[in-house]
Structures are given as structure tokens and as C-alpha cells.
């Protein structure tokens, strides 16, 4: 490795410190955790106690009754994206990075959010970029991660 290298690791793993001091992410699903921790606070939700039970993430503060799956995709290989089994959620909330090739070319922010209900969802188990381009983000994060309305 050179210096470059070693710098950007060490860095890594110093900022996974800090996110995990202050409860950003809980295990060793980074990005997972990063889009709950974003959904959680934009959509006023309560994440599950427990990260490892299938089914969903996350429950609306109000009842806890209304049950969200949380998804992000930042691949810039894969052409779908898995939505897990739909019969255990409400709603699916898709965060996808402008680095993701499921990021549209005419989107202009750092990430789009999307917000599926599951009767909106097909039944298969992932949704292609063919599939989401159907529908239009709920909302978007700009590249300081503030929230742009449509």
C-alpha cells in the first residue's frame, strides 16, 4: 500500500469510530445503518431494537404500527435492487446514490429517496432501474445532505 492508501484506510476506520460513538451505525452494515439513521430522522421513525430479525426496519413513531423496509443502493454495478419480502412492510423507503448506476441521469442531488408502498411493489423480490424510473423521488438529499423537496 502506499501512503495515499494507508491514509484513506486509517481514516476509514477512525470515522467508523465516531459514527458508531454517536449511534449513526450499529454493526457492520455501514451503509444500511447510515440510511436507516437518515430515514429514521427524516421520516420520524423508531428503528427495530434488534438488526438481525427479517422482515423490516423500522416503525412510525405515532402507532408503531405502520412498518417500513429501508434499502439503499450505492453500486455502481448492480442493475436491481433487492426489496426483501414485502408481506412484513408497509412501505419500502430507497435511498439510491447519485454514485449508484440506479441513480437516474437527469437527477441533480447526492440522493434520492423513494417511497414505495408494497402494493405499488412488483412480486418479485428486487425492482430493476426500469421499474424505479417509473416513479418519481419523494424527496432528496443535496450533497450536504440537506433535504430538497421535489
Known amino acids: 500500500m502506499n501512503k495515499k492508501e ?3 484506510i486509517l481514516n476509514f476506520f477512525q470515522i467508523t469510530e465516531e459514527l458508531r460513538k454517536e449511534q449513526i451505525i ?5 451503509l444500511g445503518d447510515i440510511a436507516e439513521y437518515i430515514c429514521e430522522t427524516i421520516y420520524s421513525l423508531k428503528l427495530r431494537d434488534n438488526k438481525r430479525e ?12 405502520i ?9 455502481t454495478e448492480k ?10 412492510y408497509n412501505y419500502l423507503l430507497l435511498l ?3 454514485d449508484s448506476k440506479l441513480y437516474s441521469s437527469n437527477l441533480k442531488h447526492k440522493i434520492a429517496v423513494y417511497k414505495f408502498a408494497k402494493e405499488d ?3 418479485t423480490k428486487n425492482i430493476a432501474k426500469t421499474f424505479i424510473s417509473k416513479f418519481e423521488p419523494e ?3 443535496d450533497e450536504n445532505l440537506n433535504i430538497v423537496k421535489k
Open 121 to 123: 411493489l412488483p412480486k
Open 54 to 65: 427479517i422482515g423490516y426496519d423500522a416503525v412510525d413513531l405515532e402507532t408503531e404500527k
Open 67 to 75: 412498518k417500513y423496509q429501508i434499502k439503499i443502493n450505492n453500486s
Open 6 to 8: 494507508k491514509s484513506l
Open 139 to 141: 424527496l432528496y438529499l
Open 79 to 88: 442493475t436491481n435492487q433487492h426489496i426483501g419480502n414485502k408481506e412484513h
Open 26 to 30: 450499529n454493526s457492520s452494515r455501514y
Open 96 to 98: 439510491i446514490t447519485s
